[in-house]
Each structure stands twice: as structure tokens, then as C-alpha cells.
DNA sequence: CAAATACTATACTTTTATGTATAGTATTTG
DNA sequence: CAAATACTATACATAAAAGTATAGTATTTG
């Protein structure tokens, strides 16, 4: 079970935008020299996060990016949907079927198992808001818990 | 997040020798053909899985291999951590890291949520054992309201 | 005891994910 | 209005994971 590094760089740039306070855009040098990556691989990033709707770019001379709501409202499920697929996605079987038909179709326990594991993680990921990483209480337990 | 081809394919061997209830060996030419894995491949997960302890491999002839205890005494945890690092493995930060040092040396946010994320799902796949999972009865969340 | 059949180890190929380079488009501001 | 500086798109190079091929070692059993 791995982190991808879109997903790892990805938030972490979600992270500098929580924490920027000043309203004014973040360039792409800027948060190329922030977190310490290549300007078009920042780039390609930012555009990642564009397309899902979580930051606004600005263009032209004083342009950049700026997060497109509030941090409190964005779910940490959101940031990672738009960086990559959840890990029980629609292409899982897919991937890993090496005939033309999957041995174990119609029966299919692993794939029970991510299933539930996947909704369960779901339930996690919705709960946790940016602001709550940004401030470091992200007591996920909890965030369950409160659920049920 | 991604489940790997490793963790894909090593627990759904786990899964065949915790529904086979011949006390006989599996032979990696059965693996290979239940689950539509090439002999040396399948090979490739048995070895991983011998190594952890969770499987015994029996030479000779007459052999293959045996789950090396019940299924109810096999944590889902073991059988993850047998076929790949956690996702917040030992080198997770040297691995995202392109200089020389960590840009967040000393102040990491994201590595504090991963942190929380990975313990929090510790708690889950330790909870959940092979015989759970092969009978269908993986209840994550109860897994977890259970022990808190 | 030797042939059959099992597991084991390692080198190699292929595929996929990462990351870079480059050229281009849009907007501001002097 | 044009130069500066921003974002954008696409093709390419590199690194890591996935999977294959092959040769080898260990036991059993007729």
C-alpha cells in the first residue's frame, strides 16, 4: 500500500495554501522553491487541483493560484481524488487480471476486502478537513467514532 | 493509494491456502494455475510469504507448501506487511525528499497526518484475521469500535 | 539410487510511474 | 501596446515496479 508521489507533493502543496494567510496568488516559482520541486512538476500538480475545482488560477502578470474555499471545507478525500484514484478504484480488477476474464469472477473475496476497506478509509477521508491537517489535529480515530 | 501487484496477488494466495482444507501441500503449479499467475511469479509471492513465516514450503516430491498456522491467528497486518512496506514506511520521507534535505525538516505536516493514518489503519488490519476475510465477515469499522 | 518433481535464486525484459524540457497562450502593467 | 511574467499542454527521458526466463538445489519415491 503506497502513497503516490502526486499524491504525497500534491498535498503538500494543498498544505502551503492552507497555511498562506495573505490573500495575494502563489506563483509557480514560488511554490517550487517552497516545496522544493521543479517549476513544471509544480505545474502539472496545480493543474491536478485545478481541474478538481480546489484552486483558482490567476493568470497574467500578477497572477498564480489561490485556494478556492475555505480550508475548512475542503475534505482531505477531495485532495486525494483529484490526485489520483482511490486504491479500490473502478480499474482495480482490471489491472490486476491477467486473462482475458478474471480467475475469480463471480467470486471474489480480495475484492470484498478492499471494498470494505476502501468505504471504511472513505469515511475517514471525508471527515478530515484541510484546516484540520493544517493545524495537525487530525485525530482520525475520532473522526469515525464521531460518526457512528 | 495503491494496492500493489505484490499485495494484490500475495493475498489472494493467502486466501486459496486459507480455503483449502486438505491438510495436503499446494504445489506453486497449482497456485499458478488457480490464480492465473506464471509458475516463477507465483513463485516469486510464495518465497515472501515463506520468509514472513505466514507459509511453509515443503521439498521433495510429494511437496508445495502449507499455511504455517490457522487462518484466525493470521492478521490481515501480517500478510501486508509480508508482501511491501507500510505506506508509511521507514524510508517514506527520503524517498520524497530532492535535496539534500527535507524542505520540512523539523516542521512536517503531511508527515504527521500519514503518521496518524497509518497507526489509525494498524489498528484495522490487525484486528481482521485470514479467517475473516475468507469467510466474507470483514467488518473494518467493527473491527475498530471494538477495541476502543 | 536416479529420475521426477518440488522449491529457490538471479539476471533480464517490459511496463508504468516520475519527472524534465520546451514551446505556447493569456493577462497585466509600465 | 509590448514586454514581462504568469499559467498550460505535450513530447520526451529516467527510474522503479512488475513480470519472465533460466539455471540450479533439495527431496521423495519407484
Chains 1, 2 share one sequence.
Not at 14 to 26: E, I, N, R, T, V
Not at 112 to 141: E, M, P, Y
Request: proline content about 3%.
Amino acid at each position: 500500500m503506497k502513497v503516490t508521489a502526486t499524491e504525497e507533493y500534491g498535498l503538500r502543496c494543498m498544505l502551503l495554501f492552507a497555511a498562506s494567510d495573505s490573500g495575494l496568488p502563489l506563483t509557480l516559482p514560488e511554490v517550487s522553491s517552497k516545496e522544493g520541486l521543479s517549476i513544471p512538476y509544480a505545474g502539472k500538480l496545480m493543474a491536478l487541483l485545478k481541474q478538481a475545482g480546489l484552486v483558482k488560477a490567476v493568470r497574467g502578470r500578477s497572477g498564480g493560484y489561490v485556494i478556492a474555499k475555505p480550508a475548512e471545507e475542503i475534505a482531505l478525500k477531495e485532495i486525494l481524488n483529484a490526485l489520483g484514484e482511490s486504491f479500490y478504484g473502478q480499474h482495480h480488477c482490471e489491472r490486476y487480471t491477467r486473462k482475458e476474464k478474471c480467475v475469480h469472477e463471480g467470486d471474489c473475496t480480495v475484492g470484498s476486502v478492499w471494498i470494505a476497506f476502501d468505504r471504511f478509509i472513505d469515511q475517514v477521508l471525508q471527515k478530515v478537513t484541510l484546516a484540520d491537517l493544517a493545524s495537525g489535529k487530525c485525530d482520525l480515530l475520532g473522526a469515525v467514532e464521531a460518526k457512528q
